[in-house]
């Protein structure tokens, strides 16, 4: 935990890729943020969610819900729902897509979250 606190603290901002399962957070990503419940280093860190399912309306709800109430900043604008899942697609594959903008373009709207 320790590591993790440590980890969190110094980074600018978190980006947190998630996928739904069985309409919410996967546990992992569930216990991962459990971990970080009350720890001062998350207090208005900036944070995006990326998320692969072609409809993401639960987990991504259920995260936008956990990480305000951390309290972290969701940086709304930088989080992202790409249809993916299924789709037996690679990380070639996701560059080749035309998707490679839209990702550098949140990951630059989470950076510059993180500066402000």
Same mark, same amino acid.
């Given at each position: @935990?320790?590591a993790r =606190? !440590? *980890?969190?603290?110094s980074?600018?901002?978190l #980006?947190i /890729?998630s996928p !739904?399962?069985? =309409?919410?957070?996967?546990? $992992? ?10 720890f !001062?280093?998350? $207090?208005d860190k900036? $944070?995006a ?9 639960? /987990?991504d %709800?259920q995260?936008?819900?956990t990480?305000t109430? @951390?309290p972290a900043?969701?940086?709304?604008? %930088?989080?992202?729902a790409?249809?993916?899942?299924g789709?037996g697609?690679?990380? *070639?594959?996701i ?5 490679? %903008? !839209?990702?550098r373009g949140? #990951?630059?709207?989470? $950076? ?5």
């Open positions: @935990m320790r =606190h !440590e *980890q969190v603290a980074s600018e901002g #980006l /890729a !739904e399962y069985a =309409h919410g957070v996967t546990g $992992v990503v569930k216990n991962a943020l459990d971990w970080l419940v009350s !001062e280093g998350l $207090v900036p $944070v969610i990326f998320n692969a399912s072609p409809r993401p309306v639960h /987990a %709800a995260l936008r819900e990480l109430t @951390m900043s969701l940086v709304a604008d %930088a989080c992202l790409l249809p993916f899942r789709t697609i690679t990380e *070639q594959g560059l080749d897509s035309g998707h490679a %903008a !839209e990702f949140a #990951l630059g709207l989470l $950076v510059s979250g993180a500066r402000t």
